[in-house]
């Protein structure tokens, strides 16, 4: 190997074991899952790491080869960045300098820490800048011992949604839409991004500037789309070239070796997880991602492949990121995975998923060999064969002429050959260093193009600014927006725009707001319909911003900043809390986050009372007017009632007269019922009397009719005796007649007289019975 580097005491990073390394890292608790009074569900000893499921109390316990404890910082095994960065990186930076490809990729659900652990933050730098930095430290110490020729390129891209965004570019020339870049494959060299930016670096600081110039491009582009950083694969690559320059016999050998340093930062795990394509994601018609569902197959085939050692298809290229980490995979790498996860209970799931996921990777081996440079190597073999040659030459001289032209021949074209791989690497070293010029100037001019939107790079100490704020940590403070001395205007990004902040996204209008500056106080003062909010209240007038009470700015939505003062913080500076003031961007992202939304809980509570309120007015009046109307008819109903009420009473009185009067009546009419019964008892004696009297009179006249009957029969019998007496008076009268006749008359008449005078009576008699004996003559 080159760089003489001191062997690792850990044997699993044994070049002949390239086995994927695998690491698990739990994070401390965030202050949400603190709020919610989380329990760890996570524990480890040793190599060891342990899932209580709180539902079931099943405990799930997996090995890897590093399990490091960051939950607690008071721990005494707690994991440091420094911790991490010696255990897992450096061994991977020995091997590159040994001339091997390595890889370190960070996978786990969104906040679980891989930004953390990959990239970190302020003072807790993450492994790629202390890597960058412990490489550049490394060469220098080299440098001083050896003759090595150190050369170094670096890319950063993005990988989101299948495609490849170049991060170190920030403006497509002549103001053209930048196309995303593809994968190609090199038949010797393998997959690579066609297009790719390589920029030469020279310097830990070099890689620093174009590191803040990727994430200030991520953060402009992430402000458009929210959650696009966490779906997002972020790669990081260094290709070290090292070219030793050997002396074989006081002649000039150089040997040169490439290796490869990819440092990825995955998209959140989440993003591949079952649930999220059968579920919401799906149904949103969110596209799954493609390049974390395909690591998981690629892994689970390779580690398949490993333990039945038979050789499986791998679907490498079924994915941009497989693709390109094909060499890093089952390649030609010595790669190391660290699957970051959250303590919470409320993550127990997707930890266990994550903690799954690593396991499958521990069982990957890959074949890792040194890459040394053909070009190199070839010089070194003419060389030493041209050596050769000389000793031949030398000893032909004496003995054979032939031999020693044909020797010297060989030589000379060799030499010639040798000399045109010279002139190729002198070339290859020149284009180096004029890509290396040509990176500078691009990077100047990036700085500019970025300044074009507002964005500065260096702080001006007085001038206030406005600094962003992100939901990833990654992308929070990474843009900051000078405001100027009088008027700094706001508008969205066109390529022709005036605007000295130019801003992207729908909500923000083509002139949006105006900050005025005026003798170091700073308002903002919002145009026609724009929507900003100050410390979440939506402001539709000038609004004085201050670094402490009026500081959370959030244009169109989902523009947020912090608004800082440098001079107004030097004037009330408070030495505890100093930097907290300038360095707190996740916290602050959440903090203006929330007071929006306390704002706007608040606006829509006050809202929804307001509306409470005249509902409730607009109740009381409709039963108000229904009281009155109830009233009314109330009213009318009484009275209605009342007259009614009234005439009944009218009624009534006119009844109980008539009912004392009918009484009055009944009683006259009982009296006279009385009175007419003893009228009546009186008839009925007096009936009785008369009919007694009747009856005795009738008897009585039976009495005397038989009385008379016999009277009359007397009569009859007088008179029939008379009427015979007559009759035979008559005959002899008769008889008389017939000797004298006339002295006889006057005897008869008489006789006569007296019977009429009975018949008479006799009729009278009758009548008086009332018989129809009617008696005639
Ligand atoms: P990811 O990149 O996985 O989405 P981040 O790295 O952005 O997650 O981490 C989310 C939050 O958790 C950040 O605020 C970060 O500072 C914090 N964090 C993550 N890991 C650690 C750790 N090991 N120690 C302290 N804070 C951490
Ligand atoms: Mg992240």
């Known amino acids: ?16 074991n390239s086995k994927v390394i695998v690491a698990v890292r739990v994070r401390p608790f965030s202050n949400r899952e603190k709020n919610e009074n989380s329990l760890p569900v996570i524990s480890m000893s040793g190599s060891e790491t ?76 993450g492994i790629i800048p202390r890597l960058c930095e412990d490489l550049f430290t490394q060469i220098a110490q080299i440098d001083k011992q050896q003759v090595i020729l150190y050369h170094l390129e670096m890319s950063f891209f993005e990988v989101y949604n299948e495609k490849i965004h170049d991060l170190l570019v920030f403006k497509a020339e002549s103001g053209q839409k930048k196309q995303p870049l593809r994968v190609r494959e090199h038949p010797v ?45 972020s790669v990081f690559t260094l290709v070290m070239t090292q070219t030793k320059v050997e002396f074989v016999n006081e002649e000039q050998c150089d040997r040169s070796l490439t290796s490869h340093i990819n440092l990825i930062d ?49 679907p490498y290229r079924e994915s941009v990121l497989t693709w390109l980490l094909k060499e890093s995979l089952g390649g030609n790498s010595q790669t190391a995975m660290i699957a970051t996860v959250s303590p919470a209970a409320s993550s127990t799931e997707e930890t266990l998923s994550t903690l799954r996921y690593a396991k499958q990777a521990c069982s990957i081996i890959n074949t890792a060999k040194v890459n040394e ?16 040659l000389k000793a031949a030459q030398k ?110 996204g729908v909500l923000i209008a083509d002139d949006h707001c105006v900050i005025k500056n005026t003798a170091g106080k700073v308002s903002i003062i919002p145009l026609r319909e724009a929507k900003i909010y100050v410390n979440g209240k939506c402001i539709l007038e000038p609004t004085v911003l201050h670094h402490v009470s009026n500081r959370f700015v959030i ?14 913080v030097q004037k009330v500076k408070r030495p505890s809390c100093g930097t907290t003031f300038l360095h707190d961007g996740p916290k602050d992202f959440e903090f203006a ?17 307001e509306a409470r309120l005249k509902a409730k007015e607009e109740m009381m009046q409709s039963v108000q007017i229904a009281k009155e109307m109830v009233q009314q008819e109330l009213t009318s109903q009484k009275e209605a009632y009342e007259s009614k009420i009234k005439s009944l009473e009218a009624e009534v009185r006119e009844e109980s007269r008539k009912k004392q009067i009918q009484e009055l009546n009944n009683q006259k009419a009982a009296t006279k019922i009385q009175e007419l019964e003893k009228a009546k008892q009186n008839l009925e004696l007096e009936l009785n009397f008369n009919k007694k009297r009747l009856e005795m009179e009738t008897l009585a006249t039976k009495q005397a009719l038989e009385d008379h009957t016999i009277r009359h029969a007397k009569i009859l019998e007088a008179l029939e005796a008379e009427k015979q007496k007559i009759a035979e008076e008559i005959h002899t009268l008769q008889k008389n007649r017939g000797s004298g006749n006339k002295t006889m008359t006057i005897p008869l008449n008489w006789n006569s007289l007296k019977l009429s005078v009975m018949i008479k009576e006799a009729n009278a008699i009758s009548n008086e019975l009332g018989k129809n004996t009617v008696f005639s003559r």
């Open 189 to 233: 060299l393998g997959p690579y991004v066609e297009g790719l930016t390589v920029n030469v670096v020279s310097s830990y600081s070099d890689i620093q500037s174009w590191l803040e110039l990727g994430n200030k491009q991520r953060a402009t582009a992430a402000t458009v789309m929210n959650d696009k950083s966490s779906r997002s694969h």
């Open 1 to 16: 190997t080159l760089a003489e580097s001191s062997s690792t005491e850990k044997d699993v990073f044994k070049v002949e």
């Open 50 to 125: 342990a899932v209580r499921n709180p539902a079931t109390n099943q405990v799930y316990s997996f090995s890897y080869d590093f399990s490091f404890w960051s939950f607690d910082k008071r721990h005494p095994n707690f994991a440091s960045q420094a911790i991490i960065y010696k255990t897992l990186a450096v061994p991977l930076l020995e091997r590159a300098f040994e001339g091997y490809n390595t890889c370190l990729f960070a996978y786990g659900q969104t906040g679980s820490g891989k930004s953390y652990t990959m990239m970190g933050f302020d003072e807790d730098r």
């Open 266 to 314: 995955l998209a959140g795990s989440e993003c591949c997880s079952t649930a999220q394509t059968t579920g919401e994601r799906l149904k949103e018609g969110v596209s799954i991602n493609k390049s974390l569902l395909t690591l998981g197959k690629v892994i689970s085939a390779l580690s398949k492949q490993s333990r039945n050692g038979k050789k499986t298809f791998i």
């Open 593 to 609: 986050k929330n007071e929006l939304l306390i704002a706007q809980r608040t606006q829509l509570e006050s809202e929804i009372e």
């Open 555 to 568: 244009l169109g939505g989902d523009h947020y900043f912090r608004f800082n003062h440098p001079v107004e």
């Open 395 to 504: 000893s032909a001289l004496n003995t054979d002429p032939e031999k020693y032209r044909r020797y010297l021949q060989e030589i000379t074209s060799l030499r010639v050959k040798l000399h045109q791989q010279e002139r190729d690497m002198a070339e290859m070293q020149r284009a180096w260093k004029e890509k290396f010029e040509q990176a500078e100037k691009r990077k100047l001019e990036d700085i500019k193009e970025l300044q074009v939107p507002g964005i500065a790079f260096k702080m001006d100490n007085h001038l206030p600014n406005l600094v962003n704020l992100n939901e990833d940590p990654q992308l929070s403070e990474v843009l900051l927006y000078m405001i100027k001395e009088g008027e700094t205007t706001v508008g969205r990004y066109t390529p022709n725009s005036k605007h000295d902040i130019q801003l992207s």
């Open 373 to 388: 440079d053909v070009n190199a190597k070839l010089i070194r073999e003419l060389k030493a064969e041209i050596e050769k």
